[in-house]
């Protein structure tokens, strides 16, 4: 009940039924005693006015002595309106209306007012006088029914104002009800705001201004609301973005640093053990020269010198892989030619099982390049990717292209720069690679074949080529659903 | 209440006044001794009182009015004009602004009201019997109300 009294409809309520409760017996009061009095006094004066024909018209008769219309006076006293008593009082005697008894007659007390003396009836009294004698006229009304009358009235008036109350209690419902739906709305609407359905529009339907105005003001908060709720998810999906951006750099980067660090190790030490195998090779085939072609020691100092060349190539590799080969100067060249040449040679290598694909651009602008080391960085990717389809069906692509490197994506890879690309794109749908496996598998001597499959030199070469080449590596690999190369090399200026 | 006035007058009239008084009480309407005039109908009482210019013997009647005794004033009211007070005021008032009829001279006592009457020509004042039996130079012209 009390929750009931504290919503603004109980308070409307309420505060009418108090205003009610005040004024409606106030009102009933004074309507109530203007009427009596009004009533009262049109009774009185009615009285009077009949009490001074009656009074007038005795006197006539008994001025032409005519005692029978004295009679007959008396009695249309008491037919004519609310007569109750008609009586002529001279000095010696009591003449009274034929139509009372003498059972009938009351004593006689003259009233001034409306109900005096509680007897139901107004006496009054008229002097009439004929010649030396005087008389005095006593007339009686009954008050009973304008008593009832009033009665009547009083109890018109109180169903008059029950019904105005009860009329004005529903008004005051509706009227209530008008202000609080559209702001029940409102709070249902800002509810489910608060719970986080901002897309719930604040618009109450209301004729009432003040309500309209309201709801045109929650909505603008709401408006504002989710415009700033919206500006600050993209400020911080934006910040999301850039955070995980500058963790992929830094991981690209202490990737290539590791690698750095690794080739200038593997090319120092490659670099030493070439000056070593170059004294052995020239000693080597010195002695052979000394012995006889068909001696088993000959035959046994060539073999020695195979080894010898073939440890020269392994630490050429792993100069590659440190950059540290330097040998020829880099000549702008159009790419696809140097890789429509090298994929023929390719295409001779691999068995004739291998589905080997190509989308060669001849669009594709000009870079600074060692050809040489295109074809042996594309001969290495082909190589690994026929690796990873070993055992499976599938196929090798080989596609070249230009493209424009946005800002966005080059921020993510240390070495590249928005601009004029080639893309040299090289994939598989061979086994593919793990996490671990993407993280070291530009590393010398990584390898995931058995012993004396591979050197797990040949991504390494790849990786130097690229660097050497001002370009950018870009892997994804996914266990089971084989490996894609992107290789961007920068297009040379047109100068 | 609109009675209760007229009941404690009464009950103290009953309570001051003589066992004989108390029996028979009477109004009366007065005029000065030096007025020729010996009579007056109640029609022209009436008549005088609401305004209206009367003649009586070829003498004008100057009404006056005795407002200090309630109980004179409700006698007046009924058996004299035999009006309500209201109906009677809003008359005079009426009278008043219609024709320009000069409002009714009124006193207070009845010493002011025979005072008035022996000053004026026909004046004529309406009070107890018992009163005019105490003063003099006033003569009874007519019987307004005779009562218990």
Known sequence: ?495 | MPGLRHILLLTAAFVLLPCNARAERQVVLVTGDSCPVREVSSLDVRKAYLGVTVSVDGRRLRPIRLIGDEMLSSIFYQSVVHMSRKSYERRALSLALKYGTPRLEMVDSVDDAAQAVRGRECGVVYMWKDDVDRLSGIKTVRLLWQGE
């Open chain 1, 1 to 495: 009940m009390a929750g009931r009294m504290n919503t603004v409809g109980g308070r409307l309520v309420l505060m009418l039924l108090l205003i009610h409760a005040v004024l409606m017996p106030a009102l009933f009061i004074a309507l109530a005693t203007v009427i009596d009095r009004s009533t009262m006094n049109a009774f009185v004066d009615d009285a009077r006015i009949e009490g001074r024909i009656i009074g007038d018209g005795v006197e006539n008769a008994l001025e032409s002595g005519d005692s029978g219309a004295v009679e007959q006076l008396l009695d249309s006293a008491m037919l004519s309106g609310h007569g109750v008593y008609a009586a002529l009082q001279f000095q010696d005697r009591l003449v009274t209306s034929s139509m009372m008894t003498s059972e009938d007659v009351p004593r006689f007390e003259e009233d001034f007012d409306f109900g005096e003396h509680g007897d139901n009836t107004y006496y009054m009294s008229v002097p009439v006088s004929h010649g030396d004698e005087f008389a005095i006229l006593r007339l009686g009304f009954d008050e009973l029914p304008t008593q009832q009358n009033l009665a009547a009235v009083r109890q018109t008036i109180i169903l008059i104002l029950v019904a105005y109350t009860v009329l004005a209690l529903v008004a005051t419902g509706y009227m209530a009800s008008l202000v609080v739906r559209p702001l029940k709305w409102l709070g249902r609407a800002s509810h489910a705001i608060s719970r986080g359905e901002v897309d719930k529009e604040l618009k109450a339907n209301s004729e009432l201004r003040e309500i309209r105005e309201l709801s045109a003001d929650l909505e603008t908060m709401r408006s504002n609301l989710v415009g700033m709720n919206a500006r600050l998810q993209k400020e911080i999906a934006e910040r999301e973005q850039a955070e995980a951006e500058r963790r992929t750099l830094e991981r690209h980067l202490r990737h290539a640093q590791r690698l750095e660090s690794l080739g200038t190790l593997a090319g120092g030490v490659a670099h030493e053990f070439n000056n070593v195998l170059q004294p052995i090779l020239l000693y080597t085939d010195l002695a052979r020269e000394e012995l006889p072609k068909d001696s088993e020691t000959a035959d046994n100092l060539g073999k020695v010198m195979d080894l010898a060349r073939r440890a020269k190539k392994l630490s050429n590799q792993i100069l590659a892989f440190g950059r540290q080969d330097i040998e020829a100067e880099l000549e702008v060249a159009e790419l696809s030619p140097i890789i429509v040449n090298a994929l023929t040679m390719i295409r001779a290598l691999l068995p004739a099982s291998v589905d080997l694909r190509a989308e060669i651009s001849n669009d594709v602008g000009a870079v600074r390049c060692d050809e040489a080391q295109i074809k042996q960085l594309l001969v290495n990717l082909c190589n690994n990717a026929y690796q990873a389809l070993s055992g499976r069906d599938g196929y090798i692509n080989v596609s070249l292209k230009e493209v424009i490197v946005p800002e966005v994506f080059a921020a993510k890879y240390p070495k590249l720069r928005a601009g004029e690309y080639a893309v040299l794109e090289v994939s598989d749908t061979g086994h593919g690679m793990d996490r671990d496996t993407m993280e070291r598998v530009f590393e010398p001597f990584f390898t995931t074949q058995q012993v004396g499959e591979g050197t797990g030199l040949g991504l390494s070469v790849v990786h130097g080529i690229v660097m050497r080449h001002d370009g950018e590596i870009v892997l994804s690999s996914e266990p089971g659903k084989g490996t894609h190369f992107r290789i961007y090399l920068p297009l040379a200026d047109d100068e």
